[in-house]
């Protein structure tokens, strides 16, 4: 009865830090979408003093966020995120629009995508 019991203990704790993990994903990449919407709306108003201010802040919330995802994350995804924050910062730098906005909506897809890949599925056991 004891190790049944304990069992119990220990799935329920497994499946509670999926859930938690799984949620603090989903509100660190809802909040970096949200800063980089903001950002590419003053790219598209051309404000580029504050985009870069912007890039800026989402390069600062992205290293505060993300200091723990490399316990459950795949490296190669995170390297492939910072690899596209830093083409971001280049492209605001230089004041071209095109390829900001286009580097921007890629890198809301890798974080998008950060969450549904680490979500307890059918779809994700399988």
Do not use: C
């Not at 230089?94 to 599925?121: C, D, F, T, V, Y």
Request: aromatic share 6%; glycine share 4%; proline share 2%.
């Amino acid at each position: 009865m004891r190790l049944l019991l304990s069992l119990l203990i220990i799935l329920i704790g497994i499946l509670g830090m999926g859930v938690w993990t799984n949620h603090s994903l989903q509100s660190s990449t809802d909040q970096l979408t949200k800063e980089i919407n903001l950002l590419i709306s003053e790219i598209e108003q051309e404000g580029w003093d504050t985009a870069l201010k912007r890039t800026a802040a989402v390069e600062k919330n992205w290293a505060d966020s993300a200091r723990w995802w490399p316990v459950f994350l795949d490296h190669q995804e995170m390297d492939n995120i910072e690899f596209s924050m830093a083409k971001v910062k280049a492209y605001v730098g230089n004041h071209n629009q095109a390829l900001a906005l286009g580097q921007l909506e890629e890198l809301k897809l890798m974080l998008r995508h950060i969450p549904e890949k680490e979500a307890l599925s059918i779809k994700n056991i399988l």
